[in-house]
T-cell receptor, first 113, second 114 residues
Framework: GDSVTQMEGPVTLSEEAFLTINCTYT??????LFWYVQYPGEGLQLLLK?????DKGSNKGFEATYRKETTSFHLEKGSVQVSDSAVYFC????????????FGSGTKLNVKP | DGGITQSPKYLFRKEGQNVTLSCEQN?????MYWYRQDPGQGLRLIYY???????QKGDIAEGYSVSREKKESFPLTVTSAQKNPTAFYLC?????????????FGDGTRLSIL
């Protein structure tokens, strides 16, 4: 079945540090991939997405590239800010099982000034 | 602006009581979902509905029930059969038949036991 695996957190970084949060997936078909961000007490907000192999999603300085050969969709940011502190979720939707989404367990990011 | 509204933001349940969480969307989306989130955990799918008057069980449907009488509404009832209901509940929606579209989420309802 489909699944998403994320690196465990929390990840603690100093402001302006480089961020990588690893995400790998298993899918039976041709998934679309997403990164969501969740701030305390709120729902999930879409951060970026990629719908086919080699696509790069980007938003607010965050980037992730859909790598079919390694079944990965790692989230990166060159210089994090305190305001980036949140929980990040990797997710997929599968063409063979559309309208059903699979989420990773989330990675908490703490950015210190 | 279009979006998903969940209410109430906080809810308390007594032993043996059923409670209903509201989810309303004005995005004209066909598909709607309910997830449960426990502290430090990911999202687990409770129920989902792809069209009015139709819904399917997710991974943890026991102790929950839903209805989908209108396109914009997808209420979740947490029944007394759910023995550990304390969690954060999230409602989401997507356009129908739109494989490449992300889910849109409400701001959640936090349910606690009195």
């Amino acid at each position: 079945g489909d699944s998403v695996t994320q690196m465990e957190g929390p990840v603690t970084l100093s402001e302006e540090a480089f961020l990588t949060i690893n995400c790998t997936y298993t899918a039976t078909g041709y998934p679309s991939l997403f990164w969501y961000v969740q701030y305390p007490g709120e729902g999930l907000q879409l951060l970026l997405k990629a719908t086919k192999a080699d696509d790069k999603g980007s938003n607010k300085g965050f980037e992730a590239t859909y790598r079919k050969e390694t079944t990965s969709f790692h989230l990166e940011k060159g210089s994090v800010q305190v305001s980036d502190s949140a929980v990040y979720f990797c997710a997929l939707s599968d063409l063979n099982n559309f309208n059903k989404f699979y989420f990773g367990s989330g990675t908490k990011l703490n950015v210190k000034p | 602006d279009g979006g998903i509204t969940q209410s109430p933001k906080y809810l308390f349940r007594k032993e043996g009581q059923n409670v209903t969480l509201s989810c309303e969307q004005n995005l004209n989306h066909d598909a709607m979902y309910w997830y449960r989130q426990d502290p430090g955990q990911g999202l687990r799918l409770i129920y989902y509905s792809q069209i009015v008057n139709d819904f399917q069980k997710g991974d943890i449907a026991e102790g929950y029930s839903v209805s989908r009488e209108k396109k914009e509404s997808f209420p979740l009832t947490v029944t007394s059969a759910q023995k550990n209901p304390t969690a954060f509940y999230l409602c989401a929606s997507t356009p129908g038949q739109a494989v490449f579209q992300p889910q849109h989420f409400g701001d959640g309802t936090r349910l606690s036991i009195l």
